[in-house]
């Protein structure tokens, strides 16, 4: 069977990393391209870790560099949960910048849609700053996405702010532009990001894979424990789960509801309105994750990882 074309739209990122490295280990799906956008960190490090980690792992994608800043006046934002360059305290190789495609992401985006003619996905796992920059730019990409798996949101309540989402609450303006555009799009929140958890054993499992995809991802896991022993953030498969939704469904149970986003307000800015009881009289335009089976979600990426750049 064809593989499904895929590009990768990331803040790289402790957790986006290990999305990364399973979507390279999924039959399902061909990388055509990662694309880098600001978000856990300034995007001359998201890229720089996309780069890096491509070259290291010897898998063959494009990667670009794109949004250097939201359409939304965060500022210096920045913390350190994902450490100060985005990989925790984990360091790769430097690739050599020569090897950044030309292309910036959006019109890489735009250009590998037409390739495609309808069958390109995005698995979107930062601030959607690149795809509404896209869309903005060329309205007929509309068409031409066949579906956007997006780590985005959340039903109730927010890591960033009491309603906030960090993914939506850095960029609310692009994620309304991109929720409204009329693609199909998939909604993982926190609802459920929240709850695929990966532990010590986990991290050590993956670890005597012995592949350095599964090495990367235990090194990184080490960090996102030691983050969570302090006081920080679990270690969270957010974006993971996202690509999960579209190569393994069965691993969650998705509602289509109608959806938009907060631009303002003093505690909303970043909200994702679901309207779960229908009160707007709206027709659905996302499906969004509820539910999630967590065994079958960590055997999956366990599987993923092991077979990192081998499918
Ligand atoms: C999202 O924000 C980032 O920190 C993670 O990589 C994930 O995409 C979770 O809110
Ligand atoms: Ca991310």
């Known amino acids: 069977m064809a593989k499904r074309p895929f590009i990768i739209d990331c803040d790289t990122g402790t957790d986006d990393a290990i999305a ?16 880098s956008v600001n978000g856990n960190v300034k995007e001359e490090y998201t890229s720089r870790n996309n780069l890096n980690i491509v070259h290291y792992l010897g898998l063959e994608t494009e990667v670009m560099r794109g949004a250097q800043i939201p359409f939304y006046p965060r500022g210096n934002y920045y913390d350190t949960t994902h450490g100060a360059t985005g990989l925790g305290n984990v360091v790769l190789p430097d690739a050599p910048k020569e090897k950044f495609s030309k292309e910036i992401a959006s019109e890489a985006i735009w250009r590998i849609a037409n ?4 069958e ?21 990409l509309v068409g031409k996405i066949k579906h956007i798996w ?41 609802d459920v990001t929240e709850k695929a958890v990966l532990n010590r054993a986990d991290a050590e499992e993956i670890r005597s894979f012995g592949n350095r995809a599964g090495i990367l991802t235990a090194n990184i896991l080490d960090y996102m424990l030691n983050r969570y022993k302090v006081g920080g953030e679990d270690a969270m498969m957010h974006d993971a789960l996202a690509l999960a939704a579209a190569v393994k469904p069965e691993c969650l149970v998705c509602r289509d509801y109608f959806v938009d986003v907060e631009c303002g307000g003093q505690y909303t800015a970043g909200h994702t309105m679901v309207d779960v009881r229908g009160r707007l009289g709206k027709q659905p335009n996302a499906s969004v ?18 077979q990192c750049g081998t499918v």
């Open 115 to 118: 390739e495609e003619d309808g």
């Open 20 to 35: 990364i490295m399973a979507a390279f280990g999924c039959r399902e799906i061909t990388v055509r391209a990662v694309t």
């Open 120 to 140: 390109l996905e995005l698995l979107v796992i930062g601030p959607m700053t690149n795809i509404a920059i896209a869309i903005s730019n060329h309205p007929g």
């Open 289 to 306: 994750a509820l539910e999630l089976d967590l065994a079958a979600f960590k055997s999956w990426l366990k599987e993923c990882i092991r």
């Open 150 to 190: 997006a780590m985005a949101g959340s039903v109730v309540g927010g890591n960033c702010s009491t309603t906030a989402e960090f993914n939506i609450w850095a960029d609310p303006v692009s994620a309304k532009l991109v929720f409204a555009a009329g693609i199909p799009i998939t909604m993982i929140g926190l």
